[in-house]
């Protein structure tokens, strides 16, 4: 008889998730993480009463009641709605791309008009494609939005942000954002969104309460060789490529360095999300964390503010990596590893590193419910 059912590497939403249902249907677990906190990407830091969220700015958002009511048990989330601020060369622009977008951009003021100024600003993009689907970000974005917005917008922030030309890029990304022709500045078209009053961390310590958990202990240098004798099966939410010594080559990366300062006022930007869309800064965004669970005067109830620049980097030994790059090159690379993996035994992969794809909170908390125990 083993000590532990599974050994869960990984306290992010993923590990987290899996240990609370594991636990629930009577299992035992043991769940490590290399870092000295656990959550994960999710996790947040307190600075001067202000929850900061340290590895980059997170909403949560989905359509899928289940998953809203099951991190409701937990933690009750507030009524944040995430409209962030473009600022290009000092005018601002509201995003998603909506009728407020469009207003600032063109002065056109009814949905007939920013429809026609937008065909407009598409059919050279058209005709240049002469049928075929957009193949690359550029493409895709001329065709959704047209050129004034791509240019302002989209194409120095992206390129910033990936570090590869728009035309090296897969045109899904883009799709992530919603055109409305509506004056509606809320980024998300899900049913429901939120951040957990008192942060992230309460949800965390909700689903891994009396859960054994290890801090500051790495996979690969406390049990890579040994797991077998203390657990019966290995959950794995580390880098895939890490787990098979990196044998078919390294898989990319981006990466982000976050810059954070207290700065002496209350209020510093008005908003929690302002993207700096042009290349004169280098830093693609500024978050002021305050914005996420303080409303109204509480902003001013509390006088110090913290905001982080955020320094999109290609990902190199000992920085967080961050967004897989899902080109062709990447792709094909992680079909390997992904191969690898399923010959595994007693071995479940799962999260944004173990499976090299982009998650977002709630379609990972949603995959970890709808797996078999
Ligand atoms: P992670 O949270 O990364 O957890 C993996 C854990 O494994 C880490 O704690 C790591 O330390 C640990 N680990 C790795 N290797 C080892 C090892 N060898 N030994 C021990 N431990 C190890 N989603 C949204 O829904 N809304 C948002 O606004 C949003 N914003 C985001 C912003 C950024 C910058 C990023 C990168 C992601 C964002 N996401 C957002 C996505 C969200 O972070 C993920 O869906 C979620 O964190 C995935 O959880 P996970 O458990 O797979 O990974
Ligand atoms: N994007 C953009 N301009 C913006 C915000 C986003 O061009 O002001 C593009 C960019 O390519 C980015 C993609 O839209 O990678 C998705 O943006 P989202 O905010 O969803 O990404 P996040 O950085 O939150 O993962």
């Not at 409701?72 to 600022?87: D, K, L, M, Q």
């Not at 002065?107 to 050279?124: H, L, R, S």
């Not at 008192?198 to 958990?213: A, F, H, Q, T």
């Not at 830093?283 to 669970?293: A, L, N, Q, V």
């Amino acid at each position: 008889m083993k000590k532990f059912d599974y050994l869960i590497v990984g306290s992010g939403l993923f590990g987290a998730t899996f240990a609370y249902r594991a636990t629930k249907s009577g299992k035992k677990c043991l769940v490590i993480d290399k870092r000295p906190q656990l959550g994960g990407n999710v996790y947040c830091e307190k600075i001067e009463g202000i929850n900061v969220h340290k590895y980059g700015a997170h909403i949560f958002h989905t359509s899928n009641k289940y998953v809203w009511d099951f991190v409701n048990s937990f933690v009750e989330f507030n009524r944040y709605t995430n409209s962030p601020i473009a600022n290009y060369k000092g005018k601002l622009y509201n995003l998603p791309f909506n009728m407020n977008t469009f207003y600032q951009m063109w002065g056109v003021t009814t949905p007939a008009e920013a429809k026609a100024k937008i065909e407009e600003q598409k059919a050279e993009a058209l005709a240049a494609l002469n049928g075929r689907e957009p193949t690359n970000l550029e493409e895709q974005a001329l065709v959704l939005v047209g050129k004034d917005i791509f240019e302002k917008l989209i194409k120095e922030y992206t390129e910033k942000q990936w570090g590869r030309d728009c035309k090296n890029l897969p045109a899904f990304i883009i799709n992530r954002l919603p055109v409305r022709m509506a004056f509606d500045n809320n980024y998300f078209n899900d049913k429901y969104q939120g951040i957990p009053i008192g942060g992230y961390n309460k949800l965390i310590e909700g689903l891994l309460e009396g859960v054994d958990c290890k801090m500051e202990t790495d996979f690969f240098k406390e049990y890579k060789d040994s797991w077998r004798n203390d657990a019966e099966k290995l959950v794995y939410s580390g880098a895939i490529d890490e787990y098979f010594d990196y044998k078919y080559g390294k898989l990319d990366w981006r990466s982000v360095y976050f810059k954070t300062n207290i700065l002496d006022c209350s209020n510093y930007q008005g908003n929690a999300v302002v993207n700096y869309t042009s290349r004169d800064y280098s830093y693609t965004r500024i978050i002021e964390h305050k914005h996420f669970e303080m409303f109204g005067s509480a902003v001013y109830d509390c006088p110090k503010t913290v905001v982080s620049e955020e320094y999109p980097v290609e990902y190199k030994e000992g920085m967080e990596p961050y967004y897989p790059v899902n080109n062709e090159k990447n792709n094909a690379l992680a079909d390997k590893y992904r191969l690898l993996a399923l010959q595994e035994k007693n071995v479940i992969f799962g999260g944004r590193l173990g499976l090299y794809q982009y998650f977002d909170m709630a379609p990972i908390i949603e995959y970890v419910l709808n797996m078999k125990m």
